[in-house]
T-cell receptor, first 113, second 111 residues
Framework: EAGVAQSPRYKIIEKRQSVAFWCNPISGHATLYWYQQILGQGPKLLIQFQNNGVVDDSQLPKDRFSAERLKGVDSTLKIQPAKLEDSAVYLC???????????FGSGTQLSVL | GNSVTQMEGPVTLSEEAFLTINCTYTATGYPSLFWYVQYPGEGLQLLLKATKADDKGSNKGFEATYRKETTSFHLEKGSVQVSDSAVYFCALDTGRRALTFGSGTRLQVQP
């Protein structure tokens, strides 16, 4: 079974630039999550989708972050403009509708200079 | 709000030593509790879980018991191996199927 795919693996940008991350969840998984993991901290939920609808985006900094999940499958997370404090690993995860188990991708490591 | 507190690392042990990683939580209602593990170079993966008080989750020799009275879910293993070296995250889910994580504890096992 293919896992959660994320790209790119690494990204280095300068502050005030924009960046986008892509996630392809496990086939058939209705729920998709984006987490932010700052070095030395646990992952923090940014946004949760159920199919192509948003369930929770209460911790998403909406002035600079946006996310969409087209046709309830792939998802993109965008940051515009980036700040130094956005340097982190961005994790995508998916889960089947009736299961309390998240499957994580390997993440995208973002460095903002 | 919901939160998870883990003991700080790194925890350094010799092979075959006994492991305990402490985890306590604050949550409304009755959350499900999880341990996730991140091996070097790999993504987070579920290690074990417990969904109600007094349940014991177990996997790969690791165990954790859901203690409602002490709001704890400590991870234990009787004899660690070098291959157990990883970062361990305690997490909870209050029913929305979105996890709240602790800050993680790095375990280093020396031969």
């Amino acid at each position: 079974e293919a896992g959660v795919a994320q790209s790119p693996r690494y990204k280095i940008i300068e502050k005030r630039q924009s960046v986008a991350f892509w996630c392809n969840p496990i086939s058939g998984h209705a729920t998709l999550y984006w987490y932010q993991q700052i070095l030395g901290q646990g992952p923090k939920l940014l946004i949760q989708f159920q199919n192509n609808g948003v369930v929770d985006d209460s911790q998403l900094p909406k002035d600079r972050f946006s996310a969409e999940r087209l046709k309830g499958v792939d998802s993109t997370l965008k940051i515009q403009p980036a700040k130094l404090e956005d340097s982190a690993v961005y994790l995508c995860a998916s889960s089947p509708y009736h299961e309390q188990k998240l499957f994580f991708g390997s993440g995208t490591q973002l460095s903002v200079l | 709000g919901n939160s998870v507190t883990q003991m700080e690392g790194p925890v350094t042990l010799s092979e075959e030593a006994f492991l305990t990683i402490n985890c306590t939580y604050t949550a409304t209602g009755y959350p499900s509790l999880f341990w996730y593990v991140q091996y070097p170079g790999e993504g987070l993966q579920l290690l074990l879980k417990a969904t109600k008080a007094d349940d014991k989750g177990s996997n790969k020799g690791f165990e954790a018991t859901y203690r409602k009275e002490t709001t704890s879910f400590h991870l234990e293993k009787g004899s660690v191996q070098v291959s157990d070296s990883a970062v361990y995250f305690c997490a909870l889910d209050t029913g929305r199927r979105a996890l709240t994580f602790g800050s993680g504890t790095r375990l280093q096992v020396q031969p």
